[in-house]
T-cell receptor
């Protein structure tokens, strides 16, 4: 079965430190990869996506993600975390059908 | 949340009642989606539609129904057959122009609570 895993329910980081939110997937072929962010009681906001090409993708709000085909991973990163980055982050994978398979989400807590 | 509206924001339902959640988009997107979000489970696909007058079941369609009579509208009905409908419901849309790599845009969600 196709699946997406976000192994950490919560990530805690101090403001100004780098952050990483992990995502691995089990989807056949060459899927498209996405990261979304959700603030409390709101819809999801698109951050970035990987389609093809450079393994390092840059997105909104200073976030970037690194695609690793051999490890089937797509980790979200940011060099310097802000308190305002605290939110719920979802990794999603599309097996090129237009449909998305979501991970269970990781809560990012950035402390001042 | 741009271009996609969902109403109402909060909805309370008595057991045995059907309720309909509204989703409207002005992005001229062809494809629309309904997801259910439960704590710790991510988003699960209920129904999706790639074109007007056509829709397909997602992973958890039982107890739900949809229609797609207009391009901009994709209402979801939660029927009394849905055993555990209390959840946060999210609608999304996507342009199909250019292929399957286009991201989905999400509405602000409707929180449904069964009393």
């Amino acid at each position: 079965a196709q699946s997406v895993a976000q192994p950490e329910d919560q990530v805690n980081v101090a403001e100004g430190n780098p952050l990483t939110v992990k995502c691995t997937y089990s989807v056949s072929g060459n899927p498209y990869l996405f990261w979304y962010v959700q603030y409390p009681n709101r819809g999801l906001q698109f951050l970035l996506k990987y389609i093809t090409g450079d393994n390092l993708v840059k997105g909104s709000y200073g976030f970037e993600a690194e695609f690793n085909k051999s490890q089937t991973s797509f980790h979200l990163k940011k060099p310097s975390a802000l308190v305002s980055d605290s939110a719920l982050y979802f990794c999603a994978v599309s097996p090129r059908t237009g449909k998305l398979i979501f991970g269970q989400g990781t809560t990012l807590q950035v402390k001042p | 949340d741009g271009g996609i509206t969902q109403s109402p924001k909060y909805l309370f339902r008595k057991e045995g009642q059907n309720v309909t959640l509204s989703c409207e988009q002005n992005l001229n997107h062809d494809a629309m989606y309904w997801y259910r979000q439960d704590p710790g489970q991510g988003l699960r696909l209920i129904y999706y539609s790639q074109i007007v007058n056509d829709f397909q079941k997602g992973d958890i369609a039982e107890g739900y129904s949809v229609s797609r009579e207009k391009k901009e509208s994709f209402p979801l009905t939660v029927t009394s057959a849905q055993k555990n409908p209390t959840a946060f419901y999210l609608c999304a849309s996507r342009t199909v122009t250019g292929g399957a790599n286009n991201e989905q845009f999400f509405g602000p969600g409707t929180r449904l609570t069964v009393l």
